[in-house]
């Protein structure tokens, strides 16, 4: 595995766990020592399990030695292709160094398998590059942080983009890499390097326009005084449409979504596809909305005026199960609310210790929530969802809270004397606002 960050080490430790040798190569020794030492670098359930049982048997390396691949007959490529700080289009630096620095221990018959997510058009430019007899796979990954092993050892479907018609170079070692979920029924996938990396892209490309779409409702529902989760309900019902991702609330984040929507519309202009390219800015538009509404809905609940007042959050992280804060709507309100003058406590189950400085932080609710005049529920962990309203009364100054995510009992908590403001749900009245 070439590049240790949130791919390469959870399939680096999945693949070690189906019973394979595996070599994991990393610049950063931080990051290898503690994943030598069995810790996750990051907050993922079930990865720490597989990487003490590699550890144990013997199956899983990491190291910062990139000639321990010398041997090797597979070689996957996980480093990242970030944003590139010059406009919306991936930065590649990060793979073309990695598929330059592995050509020298190459030899005939290996396989260079990327599951790094790329622009269309990257894979058959990096196969040229390989020597005579290495073929290269397009493998593209498809993990959900909080459910990244699982989604590694479980998939969905896998996909090989390759280069030839027929039966590929490459693809029947790769089968013997996923023996054991091929035989469990797991849809596998040839076609060509295109339309693999397409279908990575568009894949979350896809379901942020989705995202975007049910909040663009939510909008149309604020102006109109419909209620964005009755309609969100009927539309779950339709089995053209599906229930996944039409979530009402503060918008998608993390490190995956929003950079593949932005490189995306950025190749798209590039492949003179102008409609697509419009369709994919509009989606990223409405997203980077979401927080503004939401800001403005926090200065609704407290009279007009943010300014002075404190206001805990309960939620860093972009998503629950996860201490990612890439991209985090969370992290990215809060610093709304406290650029329009409040005074910011947040909270997080595990992200507080990787949120941006900037903020005052609390270990706990009690503690974010002590004397705060306003709540705002910022992402969605099962732990803030099930919290007890009329408990939560009693630690703080007034009660009125920001459900930012559309997910808590309204009734529950008016019952227990609470104000619960929340995107595209008409508004209580606005006399207990004030």
Not at 229 to 239: F, G, I, K, M
Not at 305 to 311: K, W
Request: include cysteine; charge should be negative.
């Amino acid at each position: 595995m070439i590049g240790c960050g949130y791919l390469g080490a959870v399939h680096a430790a999945a693949m070690a766990s189906l019973g394979h040798n595996v070599v994991g190569v990393d610049k950063d020794p931080v990051k290898v020592d503690r994943l030598a030492g069995g810790e996750a670098p990051f907050f993922e359930p079930g990865l720490e399990e597989l990487l003490e049982r590699g550890a144990v048997s013997g199956s899983l390396e990491f190291t910062t030695d990139l000639g321990r691949v010398a041997g090797a007959k597979i070689h996957f490529v996980c480093v990242g292709t970030p944003q590139a700080a010059s406009g919306l289009g991936a930065d590649l630096a990060a793979l073309d160094g990695a598929v330059d620095s592995l050509i020298p221990f190459l030899s005939p018959g290996n396989v260079v398998v990327g599951k790094s997510t790329a622009p269309v058009g990257t894979a058959r430019r990096l196969a040229g590059a390989l020597p005579a007899g290495v073929a290269l796979v397009w493998n593209p990954e498809f993990l959900r942080e909080g459910s990244a092993v699982a989604d590694t050892l479980r998939p969905d479907r896998i996909v090989y983009g390759v280069a030839d018609s027929g039966e590929p170079r490459g693809a029947a070692e790769l089968d013997s890499v996923y023996g054991s979920i091929l035989e469990a029924g797991v849809p596998r996938l040839a076609m060509s390097y295109e339309s693999a990396e397409l279908v990575k892209t568009a894949a979350n490309s896809y379901l942020a326009v989705r995202v975007s779409f049910i909040n663009a409702v939510s909008d149309l529902a604020d102006a109109s005084g419909a209620d964005v989760l009755d309609v969100a309900a009927a539309l779950r019902l339709d089995p053209r449409i599906g229930s996944r991702f039409l979530n009402p609330g503060l918008g998608f984040g993390g490190g995956c979504l929003p950079k593949d929507l932005r490189a995306l519309a950025a190749r798209a202009d590039e492949l003179e596809a102008p409609l697509t390219a419009d369709l994919l800015r509009v989606a990223d538009c409405v997203n980077e909305a979401r927080i503004g509404r939401v800001a403005a809905l926090a200065a609704a609940g407290l009279g007009g005026s943010l300014d002075g007042r404190r206001v805990a959050l309960l939620g860093l992280a972009f998503k629950p199960l996860s201490d990612d804060v890439r991209n985090s709507p969370a992290v990215r309100l809060a610093a709304a609310l406290a650029g329009a003058g409040a005074r910011v406590v947040a909270t997080d189950p595990v992200a507080v210790g990787a949120a941006r400085p900037g903020l005052e932080f609390a270990v706990g609710v009690r503690e974010a929530v002590a004397g705060a005049e306003l709540l705002v529920l910022a992402t969605e962990w099962p732990q803030y969802r099930e919290l007890d309203p009329a408990e939560v009364a009693g630690w703080t100054a007034a009660r009125v809270i920001v459900d930012a995510r559309c997910v808590l009992d309204r009734a529950v908590w008016a019952a227990a004397g609470w104000t619960v403001l929340a995107p595209g749900r008409p508004s209580p009245d606005p006399r207990r606002l004030s």
